[in-house]
């Protein structure tokens, strides 16, 4: 499966959404895009990984190394995930404790102060 990744702005965050497998062929994407989005000035970073299948340690990197990327400079950085068998992939690995995990984007953007309108796809 390939993987799908769409951005969209949210009451002032971004929100990567993913789509597929992230895995070893298809993590250098993913990291791609976060990498591009924080080097272009995003400060307010939210994956949405409900379109995810699949999700193994590259893809778990991936997400650690972007968290590390926006930390310096004050960023922020959620996950939206409410499937089972990823939250156990995060609770085995005990990154539920490094990342904030959230049911919807709009439980991620109010957490971090937003309205949660959103206001359209940006790419």
Do not use: N
């Amino acid at each position: 499966m390939e993987l799908q990744l769409a951005t969209r702005t949210v009451a002032g965050h971004t929100v990567l959404e993913v789509g597929g497998e992230v895995d070893v062929y298809t993590a250098p994407r993913l990291r791609e895009r976060l990498v591009e989005l924080i080097d272009g000035g995003v400060r307010g970073v939210i994956v949405d990984l409900g379109g995810v299948e699949f999700l193994d340690s590259t893809g778990l990197g991936v997400l650690v190394g972007a968290l590390k990327r926006l930390r310096p400079v004050g960023g922020t950085f959620g996950l939206v995930c409410a499937k089972e068998p990823l939250l156990k992939i995060f609770r085995i690995t005990a990154l539920d404790q490094v990342f904030p995990i959230y049911p919807s984007v709009d439980a991620a953007v109010q957490a971090a102060g937003g309205t949660g309108a959103d206001s359209g796809p940006t790419a």
